[in-house]
């Protein structure tokens, strides 16, 4: 079944703007993955947070975690043509220690 | 180091055809995870496989589909007589470690099915 749900589905701006996507899951966890995909192309691995960590940077990643609203939120500052792609939240699952549970992604477009 | 390769990229099989998936995990990674993709979807857990050994094979229907990872070559996905539903994308993820859920997976750039 489906944990993690984003919103938007999808998302537009103009480059330079931050985009903000979030996350919401259903299950308690141990902690949360974001990755991105490129049109056409495999995933590839952004940022992981652990259920005991609010909050987490890598570069211009910024990724939130709240337990009490099963919430994770991504924001990516200063957008750049190159970070168009989806972007996908994975949880673990509640009965598997290496089982991710992945929500349908946000469709980010970065208009130059 | 070469990446998660998977071949073919693109296959295309009527109806009732077997396909074959391939799947060639990052040097000195022995776990391998098969996912599905349908059209703006998320992924979907099929099977989690170690050399010679099927971990876990949960979210793979329990007719057509079967998975291996031998000793030797890679990791094979097969799918027997295949029906329209079975067209999607088909990702191949690898980690090196012990398999657990904050393993970075690093993934392949997938196989696009589709049935005729």
């Known amino acids: 079944s489906q944990q993690g749900e984003e919103d938007p589905q999808a998302l537009s701006i103009q480059e330079g703007e931050n985009a903000t996507m979030n996350c919401s899951y259903k299950t308690s966890i141990n902690n949360l993955q974001w990755y991105r995909q490129n049109s056409g192309r495999g995933l590839v691995h952004l940022i992981l947070?652990?259920?005991n960590e609010r909050e987490k940077h890598s570069g211009r990643l910024r990724v939130t975690l709240d337990t009490s609203k099963k919430s994770s939120s991504l924001l990516i500052t200063a957008s750049r043509a190159a970070d168009t792609a989806s972007y996908f939240c994975a949880t673990d699952a509640e009965d598997s220690n290496y089982q991710l549970i992945w929500g349908a992604g946000t469709k980010l477009i970065i208009k130059p | 180091n070469a990446g998660v390769m998977q071949n073919p990229r693109h296959l295309v099989r009527r109806r009732g055809q077997e396909a074959r998936l391939r799947c060639s995990p990052m040097?000195?990674?022995?776990?391998v995870y098969w996912y599905r993709q349908l059209p703006e979807e998320g992924l979907k857990f099929m099977v989690y496989l170690q050399k010679e050994n099927i971990i876990d094979e949960s979210g793979m229907p329990k007719e057509r589909f079967s998975a291996e990872f031998p000793k030797e070559g890679p990791s094979i996905l097969r799918i027997q007589q295949v029906v329209r539903g079975d067209s999607a994308a088909y990702f191949c993820?690898?980690?090196?470690?012990?398999?657990?859920?904050?393993?970075?997976?690093?993934f392949g750039p997938g196989t696009r099915l589709t049935v005729l």
């Open positions: 040097k000195g990674h022995s776990h």
């Open positions: 993820a690898s980690s090196p470690l012990s398999g657990t859920s904050t393993d970075t997976q690093y």
């Open positions: 947070i652990r259920s």
